[in-house]
């Protein structure tokens, strides 16, 4: 199956989830199609993550996103289920600006209560456009890709070095690279090819066409 989205809009929860679930797609199409990535909470409020907000500018940098397609959002972390309501408009504002024609967003596998709540306002928001769950591999349980995009060696390797860009993370488990080849691989495998990257589907809008 060939898929092309013109507009292609990446949506996470906080700096780091968008490379963790799709980094190697983002630097496969970003040069063929139009991108926005969007980060619903800088994470500026903890004193811990001071430097996350710069680091996922040069990981994105890596992946070959121009600044200017990289947003922040103006949520707080960890409370996003009180804020729901500002989060769907904030989508439906999305919407309006950029209209997408593929979406990606966090699995409805993931548990984390930031990650789910913007993955039901964007089925909420984007409703009549294909959505596809990544996985953040930390807070997801009973992931299974069912959408699997082959991506080259060369994705792999400049997902991993992104990844490397955060400093902040670099002790934790799901930051290390021997992990994210062997994700990468394993979804391979399923698509029988030498990588892939693993979605979930959420929603298809197709169109049979000759």
Do not use: W
């Not at 799709?22 to 970003?30: D, K, P, T």
């Not at 994470?43 to 990981?59: A, I, T, Y």
């Not at 990606?104 to 928001?125: C, I, N, W, Y």
């Amino acid at each position: 199956m060939n898929f092309f989205g013109k507009k292609v809009l990446f949506l996470g929860a906080h700096p780091d989830d968008i490379e963790i679930g799709c980094g190697a797609l983002i630097h496969h199409i970003v040069k063929q199609t139009e991108i926005l990535c969007v980060t619903l909470s800088d994470n500026q409020q903890n004193p811990d993550l001071k430097h996350v907000k710069g680091e996922h500018l040069r990981s994105m940098k890596v992946l070959g996103v121009p600044e200017e397609k990289i947003v922040f959002g103006p949520f707080t972390t960890r409370v996003f289920p009180d804020a729901r309501q500002e989060i769907l408009e904030y989508f439906l504002k999305l919407r309006r600006e950029f209209q997408p024609d593929l979406i990606f967003v966090h699995s409805k596998k993931d548990v984390h209560q930031d990650h789910l709540t913007m993955t039901d306002e964007a089925l909420r928001a984007f409703r009549g456009i294909t959505v596809l769950g990544f996985d953040v591999v930390r807070s997801s349980y009973g992931f299974f890709p069912h959408f699997l995009v082959e991506v080259t060696e060369q994705d792999v390797e400049k997902k991993i070095k992104a990844l490397s860009e955060y400093e902040t993370y670099r002790d934790r488990y799901y930051f290390n690279s021997e992990l994210t080849r062997a994700i990468m691989l394993r979804h391979g495998a399923l698509a029988e090819r030498p990588f892939a990257e693993g979605f979930d589907i959420l929603r298809i809008v197709a169109k049979f066409s000759d």
